[in-house]
Nanobody
Framework: QVQLVESGGGLVQAGGSLRLSCAASGTTFSIPVMGWYRQAPGKQRELVATIGSRGSTNYADSVKGRFTISRDAAKNTVYLQMNDLKPEDTAVYYC??????????WGQGTQVTVSS
């Protein structure tokens, strides 16, 4: 059973930066895809960014140029560097570890609040 623990959320002013981390445990194998999703109040969970085991990345249009996803494959840890934060980035951010559609794990979430 893979467990994901996120850290790094908090309150920041618009234009500021935060760095989220997610450490995976319970597996000795490289996770094929790790990613970040977010869910704002009253909205559906949405993709923020993903990164494959070989470093290929994918970003939501709303965060391109502001957020950077990276991973330490040896530690099964994924990071999300968030710059130029906007109030609309306020959400609970969830880490995801994806093997297959039937083997898909989520962290408990970390709150990011951006004040205007």
């Amino acid at each position: 059973q893979v467990q994901l623990v996120e850290s790094g959320g908090g309150l920041v002013q618009a234009g500021g930066s935060l760095r989220l981390s997610c450490a995976a445990s319970g597996t000795t194998f490289s996770i094929p895809v790790m990613g970040w999703y977010r869910q704002a109040p009253g909205k559906q969970r949405e993709l923020v960014a993903t990164i494959g085991s070989r470093g290929s990345t994918n970003y939501a249009d709303s965060v391109k140029g502001r957020f950077t996803i990276s991973r330490d494959a040896a530690k099964n840890t994924v990071y999300l560097q968030m710059n130029d934060l906007k109030p609309e980035d306020t959400a609970v951010y969830y880490c995801n570890a994806f093997y297959t559609s039937m083997s898909n794990y989520w962290g408990q979430g970390t709150q990011v609040t951006v004040s205007s």
